[in-house]
Nanobody, 128 residues
């Protein structure tokens, strides 16, 4: 019952920056957390950054700490991922996702399996 529309992907050189946006619509009142995930060729989908909608508690993968920032605009039901100092290994399809309140019962609330609604994915390619 939640639709997610992503934007902001593209091709950048190493060291560059991108900002991804994800606008949520539909029945968003039950959203507990939103996050960004990525999947590189031949790899599993992995958590990149997530936040709890109300408390704004965040999770970051070790590989992106200090470089990526997740934020939200509650009025717009939009979550952002600011990606700085991009590396070639950041190349992947990035997905936005929303988790309903069942995620609050897990210590791994940022895990992909707990997210209920997914965007279409946007390609991020970082060249060296």
């Amino acid at each position: 019952q939640v639709q997610l529309v992503e934007s902001g992907g593209g091709l950048v050189q190493a060291g560059g920056s991108l900002r991804l946006s994800c606008a949520a619509s539909g029945r968003t009142s039950s959203t507990y957390a939103m996050g960004w995930f990525r999947q590189a060729p031949g790899m599993d989908r992995e958590s990149v950054a997530s936040l709890k909608w109300t408390s704004r508690n965040t999770y970051y993968a070790d590989s992106v700490k200090g470089r990526f920032t997740i934020s939200r605009d509650n009025a717009k039901n939009t979550v952002y991922l600011q990606m700085n100092s991009l590396k070639p290994e950041d190349t992947a399809v990035y997905y936005c996702a929303a988790a309903e309140f069942r995620a609050r019962y897990s210590s791994l609330w940022y895990s992909p399996g707990l997210y209920d609604y997914w965007g279409q994915g946007t390609q991020v390619t970082v060249s060296s």
